[in-house]
T-cell receptor, first 118, second 115 residues
Framework: DAGVIQSPRHEVTEMGQEVTLRCKPI?????LFWYRQTMMRGLELLIY????????DSGMPEDRFSAKMPNASFSTLKIQPSEPRDSAVYFC????????????????FGPGTRLTVL | AQSVAQPEDQVNVAEGNPLTVKCTYS??????LFWYVQYPNRGLQFLLK??????LVKGSYGFEAEFNKSQTSFHLKKPSALVSDSALYFC?????????????FGAGTRLAVHP
């Protein structure tokens, strides 16, 4: 398996622009997570999905952030409008819950998208 | 609420010496505990986990972790450190609040192994 795939790997944009980050989870996984990592705040869980349904978005910092999962193999995280304080590395991770026959609860992370908002 | 604590921001070790990265946890019920490693400019990589059974868990790259229920700890260990082990290490605990599955991560500990 190719693992979790994220695109783009790097994004540089100007304040006020819309940014869309993409994630393809590992095939067969039923959970997808979006995290943000900064030096100041460390690793933060933004939102997660179970079977394509958003379960908890309490970590989404503001209404400028939105996430969708239209199908089991694709998710997006959108920031509109972007601000310099959104600059961070954004990670996507997926897992299969242990109650499933091959589930392990282990989360597998993508390589991340490094976002810089000027 | 489930939580983990990593009391050390940074651990410095000489190459060839044993290393320990500390983690303590607070959970209701039986804990599922994980260790992840993050190398520079990379995503987090799974190292090992404890679910049940033997208190000593072996994982990738020669790492192991010891589950101690009485001390509520899950410290990561390696008998002989390598310079290439220098990275950021995260401890995590599974949270099943509401019947849904997520991980609660610690703040991370930066391990520096010096030649």
């Amino acid at each position: 398996d190719a693992g979790v795939i994220q695109s783009p790997r790097h994004e540089v944009t100007e304040m006020g622009q819309e940014v869309t980050l993409r994630c393809k989870p590992i095939s067969g996984h039923d959970y997808l997570f979006w995290y943000r990592q900064t030096m100041m705040r460390g690793l933060e869980l933004l939102i997660y999905f179970n079977n394509n349904v958003p379960i908890d978005d309490s970590g989404m910092p503001e209404d400028r952030f939105s996430a969708k999962m239209p199908n089991a193999s694709f998710s997006t995280l959108k920031i509109q409008p972007s601000e310099p304080r959104d600059s961070a590395v954004y990670f996507c991770a997926s897992t299969l819950r242990s109650s499933s026959s091959r589930g392990t609860d282990t989360q597998y992370f993508g390589p991340g998208t490094r976002l810089t908002v000027l | 609420a489930q939580s983990v604590a990593q009391p050390e921001d940074q651990v410095n070790v000489a190459e060839g010496n044993p290393l320990t990265v500390k983690c303590t946890y607070s959970v209701s019920g039986n804990p599922y505990l994980f260790w992840y490693v993050q190398y520079p400019n990379r995503g987090l990589q799974f190292l090992l986990k404890y679910i049940t059974g033997d208190n000593l868990v072996k994982g990738s790259y020669g790492f192991e972790a010891e589950f101690n229920k009485s001390q509520t700890s899950f410290h990561l260990k390696k008998p002989s450190a390598l310079v290439s082990d220098s990275a950021l290490y995260f401890c995590a605990v599974r949270d099943m609040t509401g019947g849904y599955n997520k991980l609660i991560f610690g703040a991370g500990t930066r391990l520096a192994v010096h030649p």
